[in-house]
């Protein structure tokens, strides 16, 4: 095979989920497609890279410096989710009106990852800052989300802020990532007070 094939399907194979075969059906829809549309992605990709960044409040990714959620959406109801990810599947939902806090991870300590490693002296912050009602914990429901959620919880407490957790219906050991819209949406509705 051709170099510029084999390393078009080499960066195809990069991408996490994307094996040998996808990454040669990816391939060859590029060569086979309009150039027009192979210059459009490649343009895409560029820009993203340039224009995407971290919103100053949430963490959430954004061309802005604060993303539309935070502009628009009740700052006094948070819902801390462990990546940026999660927030795309929480909003599935349609119903939740308030504003996320990306944690970037979790504390995991066969990690070595530990609360100053994670962003929770940021969710701390926005919570003293903007008056916060509710914090909803969306951490995955394993062990390392159950644990980050408590920590967290017991920071919140003395400040006097409900802190409440998803339901259950997500299935322990999975990822909100992956969960269904009506799932999340019985999650979100039942929360409990932690």
């Known amino acids: 095979m051709d170099e510029p094939i084999e390393k ?12 040998k075969k996808t990454a040669q059906r990816y391939a060859f829809s590029i060569i086979e497609g309009a150039r027009e549309n192979a210059v459009n992605f490649a343009k895409a990709i560029v820009e993203v890279k340039d224009k ?16 539309p959620i935070c502009q628009k959406r009740n700052q006094k109801l948070i ?27 979790c504390i995991n300590p066969l990690e070595n990852k530990g609360p100053n490693d994670i962003r929770i002296k ?14 909803i914990m969306a951490t995955n429901p394993d062990v390392e989300g159950e644990a980050t959620a408590m920590y967290i919880a017991k920071l919140l407490k003395p400040m006097g802020v409900k ?13 909100i990532e992956f969960a269904d819209e009506l799932t999340l949406e019985k999650a979100l509705r ?3 007070e932690i």
């Open 8 to 19: 078009l399907i080499e960066y195809f194979r990069s991408l996490p989920g994307v094996g």
């Open 52 to 67: 995407v960044k971290l919103c100053k409040e949430c963490g959430n990714y954004s061309s802005q410096e604060i993303c």
């Open 79 to 105: 819902c801390v989710v462990q990546e940026p990810k999660d927030i795309i599947s929480m909003e599935k939902v349609k119903t939740f009106d308030g504003v996320y806090h990306v944690l970037f991870g």
């Open 122 to 135: 940021e969710l701390l912050s926005r919570v003293n800052k903007n008056g916060v009602q509710e914090v």
């Open 163 to 175: 802190v409440t957790r998803l339901a259950q219906g997500i299935t322990i050991g999975s990822d």
């Open 190 to 192: 039942s929360r409990q």
